[in-house]
């Protein structure tokens, strides 16, 4: 970096981050259920994609290392910028172009996620209403029960007031709540394998192979959207009160293997109960009026109520800084100028909600797009990780043959997201249109 001697800030530095109170266990929950989100859902049609269990665990495990590794660099790369956002962090050391690229992937991104999640939750709250109200006629059904009430109100309740603390800190009560929620689904899907319930009781299915080794690297959007908690990790990293890069390192690793796990059975029982059959929502596979599947349902939509929040924050965080950018251009009043007060906070967080539940509610079905979704994050968990290495090893005094390794890898990681980018959304494209 210009102006900046070699090793002047190093692993053993600190972001600039005010008053960090986060204890590693918080972390471990934010970090946790930042990826424990609706891609929970996907992964047994994921494991069907990839042609069986062996393809799917091959392609998962290979997925984990840059995982871990995105987690860490990033990391790493906080500690050496001093920036406690990562779109601060990628444009502090990459340079103001990728800087921007970085914001607008950011934007796109999180909103995507957030109207996702919106149509996730309104999904289940349509599928409780109808246990609820079994004999209604879909034409009769209370005014109450339409999907556009139940969610504005949800929204307008319980996730907006979620959504405005100022600090990603506060999200790790609500984390804890939000990751039990998801286990409850993984561990219902793994009893129900193993009952069989009356519902459930079906020929044997065949055994599933890769129609072509295509196939195998399809499933690698749906992995990148489920394990998605890079976006997040700056934040997390700078909230910390212990931010050495080893500690942070195991609160990666703890996370991600944890994380890893809950997704690994989900898809394993879900693909072995249902193989061909199994829906790309795995909750649509089961009988609709199975009280056990109800609870999972409305468990479920907690789990993603409580990683909304965290989502808005980050988004919130570059609108922030647009913010302040426009307000160091033009003359504002004091107040306006800081976009972490509580006006500016709660104009940008209510645009936020706004904008995407108007986009859940009267947007078509979003299923077919979270095969973009997964490619632009791979950006967050490859691509900018992998320039963030490459741009600062120089800064470290290091071994030149550790040197060359880790600029290796930083290559190799740009590489592979730039792959699975290209792949995904031309695929996504093609099905869309």
């Not at 995507?112 to 209604?136: N, W, Y």
């Not at 489920?226 to 990790?233: R, V």
């Not at 390192?249 to 072995?272: D, E, P």
Request: hydrophobic share 50%.
């Amino acid at each position: 970096m210009e102006g900046q001697a070699p090793g002047a800030r190093g692993l053993s530095g600190k972001p600039a981050a005010a008053n960090p109170r986060l204890s590693s266990l918080g972390a471990v929950f934010i970090l946790l259920k930042s990826a424990l989100g609706a891609g929970l859902l996907n992964f047994p049609w994921a494991f069907y994609k990839a042609g069986g269990l062996a393809p799917a665990f091959l392609v998962e495990l290979v997925s984990l290392v840059f995982l871990i590794s995105g987690l860490v660099i990033l990391g790493y790369a906080a500690s050496i910028s001093s920036q406690v956002t990562y779109q601060g962090v990628v444009g502090e050391l990459c340079g103001p172009a990728i800087g921007k690229l970085c914001e607008a992937c950011f934007i796109v991104n999180l909103l995507m996620i957030s109207v996702a999640f919106l149509r996730v939750i309104g999904d289940q709250l349509e599928k409780l209403c109808d246990f609820l109200l079994p004999s209604t006629l879909p034409a009769l059904q209370p005014w109450y029960t339409d999907q556009r009430f139940t969610l504005t109100l949800l929204s307008m309740l319980v996730i907006l007031p979620l959504s405005t603390p100022r600090e990603i800190g506060f999200q790790k009560y609500t984390s804890i709540l939000g990751t039990l929620a998801a286990c409850y689904l993984a561990l219902v899907i793994v009893v129900q394998y193993y009952l069989r319930p009356q519902g459930l009781i079906r020929e044997p299915r065949p055994a599933v192979s890769p129609s072509s080794w295509t196939s195998v690297f399809s499933v690698f959007p749906t992995i990148c959207f489920g394990f998605q908690c890079h976006e997040a990790a700056v934040s997390i990293y700078c909230s910390m009160r212990n931010q050495s890069l080893s500690h942070w390192a195991l609160v990666s690793v703890l996370s991600l293997l944890v994380c890893c796990l809950v997704y690994s059975l989900t898809g394993v029982y879900g693909f072995l109960t249902f193989r061909t059959e199994v829906s790309a929502d795995i909750l649509m596979s089961y009988p609709g009026n199975d009280g056990v599947i109800i609870v999972a349902r409305v468990l479920f939509a907690v789990s993603i109520v409580t990683v909304y929040p965290i989502v808005l924050f980050l988004g919130r965080s570059v609108l922030q800084d647009f913010w302040r950018r426009s307000c160091c251009q033009v003359c504002r009043p004091r107040a306006l100028a800081d976009p972490s007060g509580l006006g500016v906070r709660m104009l940008l967080t209510v645009l936020w909600v706004t904008v995407t539940l108007a986009l859940a509610l009267f947007l078509p079905d979003l299923s077919e797009i979270i095969g973009i979704i997964g490619g632009i994050s791979s950006f967050f968990i490859f691509i900018f990780p992998g320039l963030c290495l490459i741009c600062t090893i120089g800064t470290e005094p290091i071994g030149s043959q550790l040197k060359c390794c880790l600029e290796v890898w930083g290559v190799v990681s740009v590489l592979v997201g730039t792959f699975i980018f290209g792949q995904s959304t031309v695929a996504a494209m093609l099905e869309l249109f």
